[in-house]
């Protein structure tokens, strides 16, 4: 299911945090999702999306959950991230194949998340789909699992039938752009701590944590 550059983080955010979100939720005015997508995206988007305003301390909560949280942070080396919007898929909602806007809220948008809220059984429908073709990939995870997916990449929600889909999307700008590179350097953190855990080999540790800070200064911000 998960790739280099497509991952999924499960219980990303606290089961706390998920109900708080879920409750708030249900007390929150929606807008027509079309209005916050671009001229053509919003000609094959069908969903709702919460105001801003009311669900900002949401929303900060969950980024800095987040931001806090070792396996993402890795991956992603997250510069700057755009505050989360919660959306609401119902019967018949979707959004049809589309990419991120390169820019959100004036960063760079490098890597797209969506945090599902909502447990699979509560809805019918309404897959992540990513890329196109035989190769595309189709996901539904449960409740508070993050995937996370660059965001040049083709994706769509299918067509819900039954239930209420709800989920938080956001964007990063990463601290090294090119993917590749990240994902070295997150190999190469993961190795160090790894060795670091068995407690027995703190030199190596040491030269590999050097090594990664070189590389991260040379390949940050290029």
């Not at 769509?156 to 039954?162: E, G, I, M, N, S």
């Not at 670091?196 to 070189?214: E, F, K, M």
Request: net charge negative.
């Amino acid at each position: 299911m998960q790739t280099s550059q497509i991952f999924i983080v499960e219980d990303i955010i606290s089961a706390q945090l998920c109900d708080r979100a879920l409750a708030i939720a249900g007390d929150t005015p929606f807008i027509d999702g079309a209005s916050t997508a671009g001229r053509w995206e919003g000609q094959h988007k069908h969903n709702a999306q919460a105001r801003r305003e009311p669900i900002e301390p949401l929303c900060e909560a969950v980024l800095d959950e987040l931001l806090r949280n070792r396996t993402l942070c890795n991956r992603t080396l997250p510069h700057e991230a755009v505050q989360p919007m919660l959306n609401r898929y119902r019967a018949g909602d979707f959004y049809g194949p589309h990419e991120d806007s390169p820019i959100q809220s004036g960063i760079r948008a490098d890597l797209s998340y969506t945090l599902f809220l909502s447990e699979p059984s509560a809805y019918e429908g309404g897959e992540l789909v990513l890329g196109d073709g035989p190769t595309a990939m189709r996901v539904k995870p449960p409740s508070r699992a993050l995937v996370c997916y660059p965001s040049g990449t083709l994706h769509q929600v299918l067509p819900v039938t039954r239930g209420e889909r709800l989920a938080l999307v956001g964007w990063m700008q990463s601290v090294v752009r090119d993917p590749a590179r990240r994902e070295l350097l997150c190999e190469l953190r993961e190795t160090t701590d790894a060795i670091a855990a068995r407690g027995d080999a703190q030199p190596d540790v040491a030269s590999l944590s050097r090594v990664y800070g070189g590389l991260l200064r040379s390949w940050a911000f290029a």
